[in-house]
């Protein structure tokens, strides 16, 4: 079931950034087989798990495959995967570039091999420029890529944001890259090299909005766009807690100043546009929060509601399964496995035609070795010996 239906992916990457993209493809519809070393995914071991090598972490990023266990030091298990490569439509790894030679995985002894096969190489730095090949996690893409320094304008601290953001948003690149590589095949009949590298990738996304003013010659600001770094852009403080508004359009906070009695402010010089708006947000918000803190969170999401202004009250991670329209989206899938019994997952939001591809279990490790290799063409005594 799915649009990818007929596609099969070999994936070698680990913990979040491959394993995440290719779960997308999973999601709609491809057939992802996980190769992994003897010792697993790393994400096998981290969080809460119902049995050994299935933790949480790695729940959430493998659902719908299927996991083949090879050596790659070995000869062997390096044949082994080229009989699985010999009816892949994609191949995809994270390991750095520098390791594949050896075992006869660059990107030329690949596509030289199979010049159908689309190779996508989920890297943390571009080839061509000095970094290549350094390693990369999340904590270390969203310092360079300039989220550490966001926050740090904002809140007057360097920190992280409390997602692991470079990896979910490169993953999330990689898997709309792959596919635009596979639908470029289809019409050439030949597969490509696709790089994905984190660090690019992240400093594209952040500077969507925040190269600002550095778009102009001579640049008209720094970087930065000031409506999301003001310190008082946050859930607003009620009486009883908090309330998530946005008056956005000139309409919106027209009607919000007369609602608050001071209507001469939608006239006031420095609010009357969306430019000059741009210009003094910190000070409109700051307005803003002062007229929120004087009611309660009922009161402030009826008035938004009768002056079409968007708003919501703030929700706690934990009530999000319990979330009255997740739950009539049917959004939390369940799995019954024999082993763990229900097992519960947030499911892709896409559907094709109204439908969505069934959801199944993350795969024990190599749990279809044994399947896979022999429908590939080795013998029981070969799977045996590796």
Not at 114 to 132: I, K, N, Q, S, T
Request: net charge neutral; charged share 20%.
């Amino acid at each position: 079931m799915g649009p990818l239906a007929c596609v099969r992916v070999l994936d070698l990457s680990s913990v979040v950034f491959g394993p995440l993209a290719s779960q997308v493809l999973a999601d709609y519809g491809a057939e992802v087989i996980k190769i992994e070393p003897p010792g697993g995914d790393s994400t096998r071991h981290t969080g809460p798990a119902a049995e050994p090598g299935m933790a949480a972490m790695f729940m959430g990023c493998n659902r719908s495959k299927k996991s083949v266990v090879l050596d790659l030091k070995q000869g062997a298990a390096q044949t082994a995967l080229h009989a699985l490569l010999a009816k892949a439509d994609v191949f995809m790894h994270s390991m750095r570039p520098q390791k594949l030679t050896g075992l006869g995985l660059s990107p030329e002894q690949l596509r030289a091999r199979y010049p159908r096969l689309v190779y996508a190489g989920l890297h943390g730095f571009g080839e061509d420029g000095p970094y290549a090949g350094m390693p990369a996690y999340d904590d270390v893409i969203q310092g360079m890529s300039g989220l550490a320094d966001l926050m740090q304008r904002q809140i007057g601290e360097a920190r992280y944001l409390p997602t692991i953001a470079a990896d979910k948003t490169c993953a999330l690149v990689a898997a709309h890259a792959i596919l635009a590589a596979l639908f470029a095949r289809e019409r050439t009949g030949r597969g490509g090299f696709v790089e994905i590298p984190m660090f690019e990738t992240m400093v594209g996304f952040n500077l969507v909005e925040h190269f600002y003013g550095m778009h102009f010659t001579p640049a008209k600001s720094g970087a930065g766009y000031p409506r999301v770094m003001a310190p008082w852009r946050k859930p607003y403080k009620t009486l009883d807690g908090h309330v998530c508004m946005m008056p956005y359009t000139d309409a919106h906070w027209s009607r919000f100043f007369g609602a608050v009695g001071q209507p001469e402010l939608a006239q006031d010089a420095r609010f009357a546009d969306q430019a000059s708006r741009t210009r003094h947000i910190a000070e409109l918000l700051e307005i803003l929060s002062q007229h929120v803190e004087k009611h309660d969170t009922q009161h402030w999401l009826h008035t938004c509601e009768r002056l079409e202004i968007p708003a919501a009250p703030v929700a706690r991670m934990d009530d999000l399964p319990q979330n009255p329209h997740l739950a009539a989206t049917g959004f939390f899938a369940s799995v019954q496995d024999p082993a763990m019994g229900e097992v519960r997952f947030p499911r892709s939001s896409v559907r094709f035609d109204g439908t969505q591809p069934p959801i199944t279990m993350p795969p024990r490790l190599g749990q279809h070795t044994h399947e896979l290799l022999r429908a590939a063409g080795l013998s029981d005594a070969a799977i045996a010996e590796l």
